[in-house]
């Protein structure tokens, strides 16, 4: 959050990101440490924010696979986004669901992890984006503060997401150049910036393709993906 809390407000909230390789951004996932989320919460957040609760604030299997499955399944329908559509991300624990992959597999989207400490240079929010979000973030805490407005969990949804879609709709061709330049769409293997890799993992080369198909209801879909080796 940017700022030091004390007594019960050192808690984690948790937003997760999704964007995509033409510029637009889904509606985000927020956690927040609670059972259930209280109604003065609730009442903060936009309604185009999908909000949900983890024990610890930090997003995990069950969470991923409600926004996955529901909440990101449900704006690729209404937005005739065709499918199998690739969703990029690290290999956290949490992507490593048998429920997840198989369940996100037969609704045509496909999960798949960047190699291991490659984000650096192949994740676009990393890439590009987190890094002046945080910094505008910064400052915008400190200009709550100067107002006297302190942030805890009942009203984070409510400063929080005002700043973020108002940053998003601004970076809007930053997004699309992230992408680009990470070799992800258009997929290029050699765009990324390999320098930027320590020496022992410059080694790492783009090998043959793998095969594989998604099943979804009457209909196979096939992609191909390249694979990463040393």
């Given at each position: 959050?940017?700022?030091?809390?004390?007594?019960?407000?050192k808690?984690?909230?948790?937003?997760?990101?999704?964007?995509?390789?033409?510029g637009?951004?889904?509606?985000?996932?927020?956690?927040?440490?609670?059972?259930?989320?209280?109604s003065?919460?609730?009442?903060?957040?936009?309604?185009?924010?999908?909000a949900?609760?983890s024990?610890?604030?930090?997003?995990?299997?069950?969470?991923?696979?409600?926004?996955?499955?529901?909440?990101?399944?449900?704006?690729?329908?209404?937005?005739?986004?065709?499918?199998?559509?690739?969703?990029?991300?690290?290999?956290?624990?949490?992507?490593?669901?048998?429920?997840?992959?198989?369940?996100?597999?037969?609704?045509?989207?496909?999960?798949?992890?960047?190699?291991?400490?490659?984000?650096?240079?192949?994740?676009?929010?990393?890439?590009?984006?987190?890094?002046?979000?945080?910094?505008?973030?910064?400052?915008?805490?400190?200009?709550?503060?100067?107002?006297?407005?302190?942030?805890?969990?009942?009203?984070?949804?409510?400063?929080?997401?005002?700043?973020?879609?108002?940053?998003?709709?601004?970076?809007?061709g930053?997004?699309?150049?992230?992408?680009?330049?990470?070799?992800?769409?258009?997929?290029?293997?050699?765009?990324?910036?390999?320098?930027?890799?320590?020496?022992?993992?410059?080694?790492?080369?783009?090998?043959?393709?793998?095969?594989?198909?998604?099943?979804?209801?009457?209909?196979?879909?096939?992609?191909?993906?390249?694979?990463?080796?040393?």
């Amino acid at each position: 959050m940017g700022q030091v809390a004390i007594g019960n407000e050192k808690s984690n909230i948790t937003v997760l990101a999704t964007i995509c390789g033409n510029g637009k951004w889904l509606p985000p996932l927020m956690l927040l440490p609670y059972k259930r989320l209280p109604s003065s919460v609730v009442e903060k957040i936009p309604d185009w924010v999908i909000a949900g609760t983890s024990p610890s604030g930090w997003i995990n299997s069950e969470s991923l696979y409600e926004y996955l499955c529901n909440a990101f399944d449900k704006w690729l329908t209404d937005d005739s986004v065709e499918r199998p559509v690739i969703v990029w991300s690290d290999w956290h624990s949490t992507r490593l669901n048998y429920h997840t992959i198989s369940e996100t597999l037969e609704r045509g989207i496909v999960l798949l992890g960047l190699p291991k400490n490659t984000t650096h240079i192949m994740q676009p929010l990393d890439t590009h984006l987190f890094g002046p979000l945080k910094a505008r973030w910064k400052e915008t805490v400190a200009s709550l503060s100067f107002e006297d407005i302190e942030l805890k969990k009942d009203n984070f949804g409510e400063h929080f997401f005002k700043f973020y879609e108002t940053f998003m709709n601004e970076h809007s061709g930053v997004i699309s150049k992230s992408f680009k330049d990470t070799g992800l769409c258009p997929l290029n293997p050699d765009r990324p910036r390999y320098t930027k890799l320590k020496s022992k993992e410059k080694g790492c080369r783009a090998t043959e393709g793998v095969e594989f198909k998604v099943p979804i209801k009457e209909t196979d879909w096939k992609l191909r993906v390249r694979k990463v080796s040393r």
